[in-house]
C-alpha cells in the first residue's frame, strides 16, 4: 500500500482578478476552494493514475472537514488525526500576470496528536511506500522527517520532498529517493549553482549525507535522477505552461506510481517527469491520459 503524509495541510482558496488595488475594496472575478499539501497533492495524482493510497497528517476544524469531504468524494482513503484548532487557509490571489501567496499558520499539534500519528505509522508493513512531503508545522522540530524514518517498520520504502533543515537531518536515515529542485538545493548549501555539472555535484553531495536516490527538477530545463551507480538527465516535453503549482508533487506522485508497478528506476523518473509536465501544462493535476501521450516525448539520457 502507497501511504501520504501531510504535516501542514491547507484549504487553498484561490482569487482570480482582473486588477488588484492596494487599500481599496476589490472583487474577485471568481474564486475557488481546493485541498492542499503537497502529500495530499501527490495522493491525488496517484488515484488519477490508478493507484490507490491512505492519506494521513493532520486536520482539525471547518477547513479539515472540507479537505476530508473532498478527499473522500474522490474515493481517496483517509487516516488523519483531528486536531482541535482549524487547518490552516492559504491563498493565491492572480491578478494579470501576478500571483501572491498568503499562507497562514498550522494549527497547535499537541504530543498527544503527535503520538497518535506516530502510532499509524508503525502500522506500516514491509513493502508499503511512505510518501513524506511538504513542510513542517511550528509545532514540530526539523528533525520529525528523520526521526519518522528511525521509528518505520523495515521494509517501508521512503520518499520525501521537503527543503531546508527539514531534508538536511531527513537525508541522514537513509530515505529511498528525495526531489529538491534547483533552487531548493541552492538554498540547502547556500551556493549559486552555475550549470548543470554543478547541478549533478550538489546532489551528489545530499547522497552522501544518505539518501539513496536524488532527482532534482530543473522545471522547463528538465530534471536529474543520481542513483548510486548512474547518473541520468530527462528532458521536460513541450507545452505551454498554464499552472506550476503542483508540478513538482506531481512528479513525486509518478515516480511513486511507478515504483508502486516495478519499473526500473529510470522508467519511473520518466514517469514523474511526464506526471510533472502534464500538470504544469494543465489548470487541474494530471490525468493519466496526459501522461501516457506526454511520456512518448521524454528521453532518459544516462550520464557519465
Known amino acids: 500500500m502507497i501511504y501520504t503524509l501531510t504535516l501542514n495541510p491547507s484549504l487553498d482558496y484561490i482569487i482570480q482578478m482582473n486588477s488588484f488595488v492596494e487599500g481599496k475594496v476589490n472583487i474577485s472575478e471568481s474564486e475557488h476552494k481546493l485541498p492542499g499539501g503537497k502529500g495530499i497533492n501527490v495522493s491525488q495524482v496517484l488515484k488519477n493514475l490508478g493507484h490507490e493510497s491512505v492519506a494521513l497528517g493532520f486536520l482539525g476544524g471547518f477547513t479539515g472537514d472540507f479537505i476530508h469531504d473532498e478527499l473522500l468524494k474522490k474515493n481517496i482513503k483517509c487516516n488523519f488525526v483531528k486536531l482541535e484548532g482549524d487547518t490552516r487557509v492559504n491563498v493565491k490571489m492572480k491578478s494579470g500576470n501576478v500571483e501572491t501567496e498568503i499562507n497562514g499558520n498550522s494549527p497547535m499539534i499537541t504530543q498527544e496528536n503527535k503520538d497518535e500519528l506516530f502510532s499509524k505509522l508503525r502500522e506500516l508493513k514491509d513493502g508499503d511506500i511512505l510518501v513524506m512531503a511538504g513542510s ?11 526521526r519518522i524514518m528511525e521509528d518505520l517498520p523495515k521494509g517501508v520504502k521512503v520518499i520525501l520532498d521537503t527543503k531546508g533543515k527539514a531534508l538536511e537531518e531527513a537525508v541522514k536515515a537513509g530515505p529511498f529517493l528525495i526531489k529538491p529542485n534547483h533552487h531548493e538545493l541552492e538554498e540547502l548549501f547556500n551556493v549559486k549553482i552555475q550549470n548543470k555539472d554543478e547541478m549533478v555535484e550538489y546532489g551528489k553531495k545530499l547522497q552522501k549525507m544518505g539518501a539513496k536516490n536524488v532527482a532534482i527538477s530543473m522545471a522547463g530545463d528538465g530534471a536529474f535522477l543520481i542513483t548510486e551507480d548512474s547518473v541520468y538527465f530527462g528532458n521536460v516535453p513541450k507545452g505551454v505552461v498554464k499552472n506550476s503549482v503542483g508540478a513538482g508533487d506531481s512528479m513525486v506522485g509518478g515516480f511513486t ?5 516495478g519499473l526500473s528506476i529510470e522508467e519511473c523518473f520518466s514517469m514523474g517527469i511526464a506526471a510533472g509536465s502534464a500538470s504544469a501544462f494543465s489548470k487541474n493535476l494530471c490525468t493519466l491520459r496526459e501522461v501516457e501521450n506526454l511520456i512518448k516525448e521524454i528521453r532518459i539520457e544516462k550520464i557519465n
Open 136 to 146: 513542517v508545522p511550528l509545532s514540530f522540530d526539523s528533525d520529525v522527517y528523520k
Open 257 to 261: 506510481a511507478g515504483t508502486a508497478e
